[in-house]
Nanobody, 125 residues
């Protein structure tokens, strides 16, 4: 089992920044790809960003590319999401997830084995 705990959410004005962090514990394995998803009110969960096990590959959904940066520290079992130039449409609950995938990133939520409880991000206009 792997436990994921997110932190860093909050309320910010449009144009501001937040940094989300996710700490993994339990049977962690640096072969795990990691990702961030989000669920906005009344919408389905969507992929935001992913990073490969070694950190060499990253992937972003189009709407956040150039504004968000995903990174990981395998020594600390953490993955971060730096969010800049935030927009009201970024308001959502953000979830951290892991998948047992070596050297690649994936967008399909069904391939992720473990999920955190989520952290709320609210961007005011």
């Amino acid at each position: 089992q792997v436990q994921l705990v997110e932190s860093g959410g909050g309320l910010v004005q449009a144009g501001g920044s937040l940094r989300l962090s996710c700490v993994a514990s339990g049977r962690t394995d640096n072969r795990y790809a990691m990702a961030w998803f989000r669920r906005a009110p009344g919408k389905e969960r969507e992929f935001v960003a992913a990073i490969s096990s070694g950190g060499g590959f990253t992937d972003y959904t189009t709407s956040v590319e150039g504004r968000f940066t995903i990174s990981r520290d395998n020594a600390k079992n953490t993955v971060d999401l730096q969010m800049n130039s935030l927009k009201p449409e970024d308001t959502a609950v953000y979830y951290c997830a892991t998948a047992v995938i070596l050297g690649a990133t994936v967008r399909a939520s069904s391939l992720y084995n473990y999920w955190g409880q989520g952290t709320q991000v609210t961007v005011s206009s």
